[in-house]
């Protein structure tokens, strides 16, 4: 597989991978908008010469979408290798790849959110610690920060301190995202629709700048749903999973009343 990196010149004519449909898609143009804005940041967006989710995309923790202090680091905004794609050696060649240009660059290493056992949307950890990659912090629920240092002295990059116990002071359902990830494009409507429809309380803040990502209430910005003030899920619902959380969790607040 040969690698190719996305940038502003070949934007509109590269696929990008976790967005299968045309350039028409309000997916493609929300994640194609964001990364054109990004590039500037120092974005780089990595695939696979193929029609598939084959990819690492990587900024300066500086500027990440993320609410982290890692300064001199590299932050691994999206990495994903899936279908059969997997297990001939793509990953090792995304990452691998993403290290060399790190080093090339004067980083300090990587540095990524994952999780304590492997969840949709964030990077398998078990990958992760196989490829050398150490735990530096954690954050509630059960979110980790997890980095590889290219000296044993690089100092440890940490989650801000909000989200280490992340909460929100707005009743009802409240949902925080961003158009980093193309899904949200496609759901986030549907969700409001969804909750309209049913008399939901329901909520919604486009975190649409680096600044409101570095001081979100959770660890990851993308998409984060709260109900009544505590963290619910980092994953992107349907309209079938949301309807039955709100169902579950809306019928619980009663018996509790």
């Known amino acids: 597989m ?9 934007l509109e004519q590269e696929h990008i991978c976790c967005a299968i449909s045309g350039n028409k898609d309000i997916q493609v143009q929300s994640k194609k908008k964001w990364l054109s804005e990004r590039f500037k940041d120092g974005l780089v967006f990595l695939k696979g010469n193929i029609r598939g989710k084959c990819f690492i995309e990587y900024i300066p923790a500086e500027n990440a979408w993320a609410p982290i202090e890692a300064d001199g680091y590299m932050f691994i905004d999206c990495f994903w290798v899936s279908g059969q794609y997997k297990g001939r050696g793509n990953a090792n060649l995304l990452l691998e790849e993403c ?25 398998d950890p078990k990958y992760l610690a196989y490829k050398g990659f150490q735990l530096a912090d954690t954050a509630n629920p059960d979110f980790t920060l997890l980095y590889l240092p290219f000296s044993k002295d690089a100092s440890k990059p940490y989650f801000r301190t909000q989200v280490k116990l992340p909460e929100i002071k707005k009743p009802g359902f409240v949902l925080y ?13 549907l969700l409001e629709q969804s909750a309209k429809k049913a008399g939901v309380p329901f909520e919604t803040v486009l975190v649409d700048s680096r600044e409101k990502a570095q001081n979100a209430p959770a660890a990851v910005t993308n998409f984060t749903l709260f109900y009544e003030g505590g963290f619910i899920t980092h994953e992107i619902l349907s309209i079938g999973k949301f309807e039955k959380l709100a169902e579950t969790l809306m019928k619980s607040k009663e018996e509790i009343k």
């Open 2 to 10: 040969e690698l190719i990196r996305v940038t502003p010149e070949n």
């Open 99 to 123: 290290i060399r240009d790190s080093r090339e660059k004067g980083k300090l290493g990587l540095c990524v959110i994952s999780s304590t056992k492997k969840k949709p949307f964030l990077s």
């Open 177 to 189: 995202y961003s158009h980093q990830c193309p899904f949200t494009a496609k759901y986030v409507p």
